[in-house]
């Protein structure tokens, strides 16, 4: 609680007057994660467009939802407290597992179009998300201080890449 306060700029009794302990912290950030996950990928993307114009659109939404301060620090919180905390893990990643599920679906569509060959599109869906992660959200979890490309170079070369391997 100390470094959560110290990390929000508030003094610690002001996080207990808010919350009665570090698990309510936790929930309140997973539900505003959730609420904003959201909007960041709406049923029906698939026919927003071409292929490559919809994966950017998936790829610039991931992005968007990640590059708070905020997300990053949930993530690292997530990190360091799974283990003593179960629970947050298993939250966090019921959390992703319905946009995963909607992104996987949209590959299957594009491969029953005959756009995408998938034939496993769960895993392809990951290694779509594991392209943007590597280069944008591991480095700041991570605290390197290192220059990120720009987010248009990521979409690109991740949707490059993407389709190298998976169109049909």
């Not at 009665?20 to 505003?32: C, G, P, S, V, Y």
């Not at 919180?77 to 959390?95: C, G, H, K, T």
């Not at 943007?132 to 700041?140: A, D, V």
């Amino acid at each position: 609680m100390d470094e959560l306060a110290e990390e929000a700029g508030v003094a610690r009794r002001t996080l207990y007057n808010q919350f009665a302990n570090k698990d309510e912290i936790f929930r309140e950030m997973l539900h505003r994660a959730s609420t904003q996950l959201g909007s960041a990928f709406p049923p029906g993307i698939e026919t927003q467009g071409d292929i490559e114009d919809v994966l950017r659109l998936i790829a610039r939404s991931v992005l968007d939802f990640q590059s708070p301060p905020e997300y990053v620090g949930l993530v690292r919180m997530i990190i360091a407290d799974a283990r003593q905390f179960p629970w947050i893990a298993v939250a966090f990643e019921s959390l992703l597992r319905p946009y995963l599920k909607r992104f996987e679906e949209s590959l299957s569509y594009f491969t029953a179009l005959g756009v995408l060959n998938c034939s496993r599109p769960l895993l392809a869906a990951q290694h779509f998300i594991g392209l943007l992660n590597e280069s944008t959200l591991w480095p700041r979890v991570l605290g390197q201080d290192i220059a990120l490309p720009s987010t248009e170079i990521v979409v690109e070369e991740t949707v490059c890449m993407f389709l190298l391997r998976y169109r049909a």
